[in-house]
């Protein structure tokens, strides 16, 4: 047996093992413990406790339960799993790069430990040059099987980088998911809020309509609408269905009582109306709308000439329970306008102290189309309206040339061409109103004074454009804070 000395062994210490870098880390600390099988084999003795399954594994027993319990998970329960998940991949990528680092310096070690024995073999000789051999061959073996360990730490990674993806792409899916479900739920609160508030209406027009059976349908509509809020508190959805269609055949029940209902006071009040025209000495004559002519005609031959008696024309209530004078308005024809849509016409008729009347048999309703339209030309700064000058200051007006009638947000103005004719601001003093007159076009006619002293009556190509300017003109004073600027009488 060769004896080694004391001074060598220093002297090996000190030249052949060179020192190990201080940035090498070890995972455990300790060596592992190996034996040399048949033909030199490194054999890895079997460990006294077991580390557990291998991160392939717990990653696919991962991806088999989150499959499993994939279809009885809610949309929000998914998306929060694959987070999870997510980080735990994550954190599994974070494992396999420390153990990749790991690998890295228990390589750098190897080759720090066969450059060691190289030095140390070329400076023994026996035996121990033989143990130094040995152990040179052992080293190349565990560096070999490192080198195996790596290959597979390399797939392991590969796959755990293909499962981020995956989850990554899943938690992606999840959310839009999630988003998809909330604005779902959103249109859902709308439509919900759009059905109340129709219902809302439903119920005003019934109180409008039939005070009298209002009383029970709200009570009991009120009783089904807290049933169906305690069933949607208790989280059944099969009764909160029901519910919704019984209110929804509620809603079409009480719609069609309302309609039914209004019908039968209307047709009750034109009878009404009927029977008491039908003793009267006059008749009134014409369309009950916008653009036309109502006229005072008599009923039989008995009765005095319109020519010997005085005519007044009234405003009335639909209940009938007050009316306003129409200023102007002393002769047998008027000719409806905008302030009068909604409320009843009523002509006075007297003679020698007796009067006599006649009415609309209902309001005097509106023309079709007519307030869009108006609504399309209150988005201008200014209307322009063809007209001709029938009077000037209460004295007809020789030239019936065109000239045009500018309603604008601020003043209005008559010119042709580059000579205006007037131009004023909204005033209390300004008056626009229909014609009171008996000709053919009092339904196109409107009377305008600009000031006092200054007055005229033009005549429009249409009824639409004469309602329209009205409506504009009434609409832009109001908007300038003037009371009454463009008095109707």
């Not at 989150?66 to 954190?91: I, M």
């Not at 750098?108 to 051999?133: F, I, T």
Request: hydrophobic letters at 35%; glycine letters at 6%; proline letters at 3%.
């Amino acid at each position: 047996m060769t004896k080694v000395s004391p001074e060598l062994g220093e002297a090996m210490q000190a030249e052949a093992v060179l020192p190990v870098s201080a940035d090498v880390s070890f995972t455990s600390n300790c060596f592992p413990k190996y034996k040399l099988g048949p033909n030199n084999q490194i054999l890895e003795e079997p460990k006294e406790e077991d580390k557990g399954p291998s991160l392939k594994e717990v990653v696919e027993e991962e991806t088999a339960n989150l499959t499993e319990q994939h279809k009885r998970l809610s949309v929000r329960d998914l998306a929060s799993k694959f987070d999870k998940n997510l980080a735990a991949a994550a954190k599994l990528s974070d494992e396999a790069k420390l153990r990749e680092v790991a690998s890295l310096e228990g390589h750098v070690l190897l080759k720090k430990l066969r450059d060691a024995l190289e030095a140390l073999r070329g400076r023994l000789a026996g035996r121990n040059k033989e143990d130094v051999e040995k152990a040179i061959s052992m080293v190349e073996a565990l560096a070999v099987k490192l080198t195996q360990k790596e290959g597979e730490l390399i797939q392991e990674k590969f796959e755990v980088k293909k499962l981020v993806n995956f989850l990554k792409q899943a938690s992606e899916d999840a959310k839009k998911l999630v988003n998809q479900e909330k604005s779902f739920a959103c249109a859902e609160i709308e439509s919900a809020r759009a059905v109340v508030q129709r219902f809302g209406e439903a119920l005003e027009e019934e109180e409008r309509n039939s005070k009298t059976s209002k009383t029970q349908d709200v009570e009991g509509l009120v009783e089904e609408v807290q049933e169906a809020r305690r069933i949607k508190l208790m989280h059944q959805p099969s009764k909160v269905m029901d519910m919704e269609h019984e209110l929804r055949a509620l809603r079409i029940q009480i719609r069609e009582k309302s309609i039914f209902s209004f019908k039968l006071q209307k047709e009750l009040t034109l009878s009404k109306r009927a029977e008491e025209n039908r003793s009267r000495l006059y008749i009134l004559e014409g369309s009950e709308s916008l653009g036309s002519v109502l006229c005072v005609r008599p009923r039989t031959d008995n009765a005095p000439p319109l020519s010997k008696c005085s005519v007044q024309w009234y405003r009335t209530s639909s209940d009938g329970s007050h009316r306003d004078v129409i200023s102007g308005a002393e002769r047998p024809s008027y000719a409806p306008e905008p302030f009068d849509v909604g409320r009843i016409l009523q002509a006075e008729i007297t003679l020698n102290g007796q009067k006599d009347s006649v009415t609309t048999a209902g309001p005097i309703d509106s023309v079709a189309g007519l307030q869009s339209h108006v609504e399309s030309l209150t988005r201008k700064s200014n209307t322009e309206f063809s007209v001709t000058i029938c009077q000037m200051n209460g004295q007809d007006y020789s030239s019936h040339s065109t000239h045009v009638f500018h309603v604008g947000k601020m003043r209005v103005k008559l010119s042709r061409g580059w000579i205006t004719k007037a131009r004023e601001i909204y005033s209390t003093s300004m008056q626009l109103c229909g014609v009171r007159s008996d000709s053919n076009v009092a339904a196109k006619g409107l009377f305008w004074q600009a000031r006092k002293g200054l007055s005229f009556v033009l005549t429009f190509e249409s009824e639409r454009d004469r309602n329209a300017a009205i409506m504009l003109a009434r609409k832009y004073a109001l908007d300038c804070n003037v009371g009454y600027a463009c008095r109707t009488g």
